[in-house]
């Protein structure tokens, strides 16, 4: 089975970024669309961005466009997520998941997620 886990998490202020990674660490990545999602506190775990396996394919959920990145780098089968501008309602779990086709749903191989806190 495909497995993943997410490191780059961490505590920064308004305004500051972080960057976040997700590593293969049984599967290389070739065949996988990667997305990346955030459970805010009280809140359903959400798709926020998507890249296609050979990467020329990417999707934003509306409340990111515009401040993340995606990106993926198949030989270190890694797949990034800059975050620029935060704000605090970005504060929340942030998980990686891969697919066969390019769609958030019916992803697999989950990491036990980065924590990301935006505060002052």
């Known amino acids: 089975q495909l497995q993943l886990e997410e490191s780059g998490g961490g505590v920064v202020q308004p305004g500051g970024s972080l960057r976040l990674s997700c590593v293969a660490t049984?599967?290389?990545?070739?065949?996988?669309?990667i997305g990346w999602f955030r459970q805010a506190p009280g809140k359903a775990n959400e798709g926020i961005a998507l890249?296609?396996?050979?990467?020329?394919?990417?999707e934003y959920d509306d409340s990111v466009r515009g401040r993340f990145t995606i990106s993926r780098d198949n030989d270190k089968n890694t797949v990034y997520l800059q975050m620029n501008l935060l704000k605090p309602e970005d504060t929340g779990l942030y998980s990686c998941?891969?697919?066969?086709?390019?769609?958030?749903?019916?992803?697999?191989?989950w990491g036990p997620g980065t924590p990301v806190t935006v505060s002052s």
């Open positions: 890249i296609s396996s050979s990467g020329d394919k990417i």
């Open positions: 049984r599967f290389n990545l070739d065949w996988y669309a």
């Open positions: 998941a891969g697919g066969l086709i390019n769609d958030y749903y019916g992803m697999e191989g």
